[in-house]
């Protein structure tokens, strides 16, 4: 089961934090509905490609990736969404496109979007689209040791 792989990540470095189930959802503001957490409150991974190399963007459910903001925080030229065929490897005991925000468990260089700091606590899908974690953003931070830029922008702001 994915969620125990997360739990026992979080219980052996004394992580306080809370599993919500809800029903089967695919996107974030759906899952945030379902799970009654506004939708800037989830934090949704985001599989890219940097110069060709898999990395997690991670960045709030209400908000889209800007490239040309990630391409500048990452100092990458060529940045890309990575095709689920190059990452579902990567993730075999979790739902595809429910891996968690973790790229450290996964060798994966992560990277944070600077509004996810602004609330206390995220949450996250838990390698499943029916259950999702929530902690504090300093433990989140503390673990995956991402690194935090400014590349995610608001849906509701674009036209």
Known sequence: MPLNKLKNYLDDNGVDYEVI???????????????????KEIAKTV??????KIAMAVLPGSAR???DMLKKATGS???ELADETEFEELFPECETGAMP???NLYDLDTFVAQ?????DEIAFNAGT??????MSYADFERLVKPTVG???EDVAQVV
Do not use: N, S
């Open 77 to 79: 030229k060529k940045v």
């Open 65 to 67: 990736v800007d490239f």
């Open 21 to 39: 189930r809800h029903e089967q959802t695919y996107t974030a503001q759906r899952t945030a509905a379902a799970a009654h957490i506004p939708g």
């Open 129 to 134: 689209h029916t259950e999702l974690v929530r």
């Open 150 to 152: 400014r590349f995610a």
């Open 47 to 52: 599989m890219i490609k940097l110069d060709g």
């Open 101 to 103: 925000p973790f790229g």
């Open 115 to 119: 509004t996810l700091r602004e609330d």
